[in-house]
């Protein structure tokens, strides 16, 4: 015979299940670095600030300082030789060489403040990286993604291909003097050792750098032929020159494939961004119905305990 106190215990817990007597399961014993408290250890750490790096940001950020620092180094000191021989040989007179030194001297000037851009403009775009992949690999955690972080990646793929384009002009100037210095190198290695073919004496084989549009045509000598071209071409001020005008050359279009590489990252992050906001407010819409029917449960069960 079931008393009226055990009925109503019994009936209290079927009406309130969190007070029935707490059933103790077994844990699994703990391995690896993982502390009791669930804190990760050393090598987790490491793997997971690992697999948080933007590689090919990284990569793309090396190339781009080392394609400018070689484009801006070598530049700078192929300029200056480049005006001591033409004030040596080329050119004796200082007005008429004036607007070309002050040219040159404008160009160090821009290599610097160009320096100093890519420096600046390197490191945010690994920023940025870092910033996108955070938000990709931690999509379905907390990291929430704002219309103004998708904006500014859009605008840093707007800047990298202006910049990109500009790069690829600065890559057809450098390889201007490139140009200019292999043909004065092919000409003296024509004097030192002629060919059959070649019915003109040496001492009339020249170089007239007026030609080129560097200098005016009155300049004085504006030329040089035979054992002085030759004696040019085995200076140094002529051999550092030439050789740092090419090495300048390939650190503009190493420049050039470090943007273009900026460019495909960039795009491809924010294509990630703007999939990961969809994918946020898929989520919200989803918590929400979720939450609003654990809502209608709970309070149908209140209903039907209030009813019984």
């Known amino acids: 015979v079931i008393t009226r106190p055990e009925m109503e215990i019994g009936r209290y817990h079927w009406m309130y299940r969190s007070s029935r007597p707490h059933r103790y399961h077994h844990v699994p014993a703990l391995r690896g670095n993982v502390s009791p408290l669930g804190i990760q250890g050393c090598f987790e750490c490491c793997i997971k600030c690992l697999g948080g790096v933007p590689y090919a940001s990284l990569v793309a950020t090396i190339l781009c300082f080392s394609g400018v620092a070689l484009f801006c180094g070598c530049g700078h000191v192929a300029l200056t030789g480049t005006v001591s021989i033409l004030e040596q040989h080329f050119s004796t007179t200082a007005s008429d060489h004036a607007l070309l030194s002050e ?4 160009m160090q000037y821009v290599i610097y403040g160009i320096a100093s851009f890519f420096f600046l403009y390197g490191i945010i775009l690994l920023a940025e990286g870092f910033y996108t992949t955070s938000a990709v690999k931690e ?3 907390e990291f929430k993604t704002t219309a103004c972080g998708r904006c500014i990646s859009g605008m840093f793929v707007f ?3 202006v910049l990109g384009v500009a790069w690829l002009g600065v890559f057809g ?4 003097p490139v140009f200019m210095f292999y043909n004065i190198w092919s000409t003296c290695e024509v004097i030192k050792s002629p060919q059959t073919n070649v019915t003109v004496p040496g001492d009339q084989i020249c170089v007239d750098i007026r030609q ?3 200098i005016p045509w009155n300049a004085v000598p504006g030329k040089a032929c035979g ?3 030759e004696n040019i071409c085995n200076t140094n001020e002529f051999y550092m020159s030439y050789h740092l005008f090419i090495v300048a050359c390939a650190g503009a279009g190493a420049t050039v494939i470090a943007l273009i590489h900026f460019l495909m990252i960039l795009s491809s992050n924010w ?3 703007k999939d990961a906001s969809k994918m946020q407010a898929y989520q919200d819409i989803k918590a929400k119905e979720e939450q609003e029917l654990q809502d209608i449960q709970s309070r149908s069960k209140e ?3 209030s009813y019984t």
């Open 173 to 176: 100037f450098s390889a201007v």
């Open 139 to 141: 999509l379905h955690g």
């Open 227 to 229: 054992p002085i071209l």
């Open 159 to 161: 800047l990298t291909y």
């Open 103 to 106: 040219v040159i001297q404008l």
């Open 212 to 214: 080129y549009g560097i």
């Open 271 to 273: 294509a990630y961004l």
């Open 303 to 305: 209903q039907l305990n």
